[in-house]
């Protein structure tokens, strides 16, 4: 071997054993599952979808795209749905917290979750790579009460009619000092 030639050995090994480890590590979230849960007049969950969504290059569902995918699932069964709920699941461990989390019988489970609101972009963050399949956003709609649409309410609404004041519709109280 000459004096001009390294030894890359030690880099390649490293490379190859550094290789088992690549799924601890984090990276962004490119794709979640979408659930969407119908729930009824009555309160009782009627049925369930799932889609995969895959999110933009910073890890986020746009304001614009979220309002889309709730306008392309607010009518199933030919029934009327409105959001009640968003809830966000994205698992933010850090890679030496896994190990701790599965030994542990713990409700941390919890911490993972948010509600969302559909009024701004959602924000997924970075996650341990074999986590990922668990980052997911559930979209709880429920059935819109047609007694209570704005077509029926149109019966309810008053007329107001603006005049100009003429002397036969002005009003002549005066006040009275005391």
């Known amino acids: 071997m000459s004096d001009e030639e390294l030894d890359d050995e030690w880099l390649e ?3 190859i054993l ?3 480890y690549n799924d601890f590590y984090k990276k962004n979230t490119e794709n979640i599952e979408m ?13 369930i979808n799932k889609m995969n969504y895959i999110l933009d290059s910073k890890s986020k569902i746009t ?13 199933k069964n030919n029934k009327k749905y409105k959001v009640k709920h968003i809830v966000k699941y994205n698992i ?7 190990i701790h989390m599965l030994k542990v019988d713990n409700e941390e489970g919890h911490n993972f979750m948010s509600q969302e609101t559909y009024n701004g972009d959602i924000h997924f963050s970075d996650t341990v790579c074999i986590l990922q399949d668990l980052n997911s956003l559930y979209i ?3 059935e819109v009460n047609k007694k209570r649409t704005v077509a029926n309410t ?3 609404t008053r007329k107001i009619k603006f005049r100009k004041p ?6 002549n109280t005066r006040r009275k000092r005391v």
């Open 92 to 98: 933010t461990l850090e890679p030496d917290e896994i």
């Open 35 to 47: 659930y969407f849960f119908y729930v009824n007049i009555n309160n009782e969950l009627e049925s």
């Open 166 to 171: 003429t002397k036969t519709n002005v009003d």
């Open 63 to 75: 304001k614009n795209n979220m309002i889309k995918v709730i306008k392309e699932n607010e009518i």
């Open 18 to 20: 550094e290789n088992d």
């Open 140 to 142: 709880i709609f429920s």
């Open 13 to 15: 090994s490293y490379k």
């Open 154 to 156: 149109g019966a309810n």
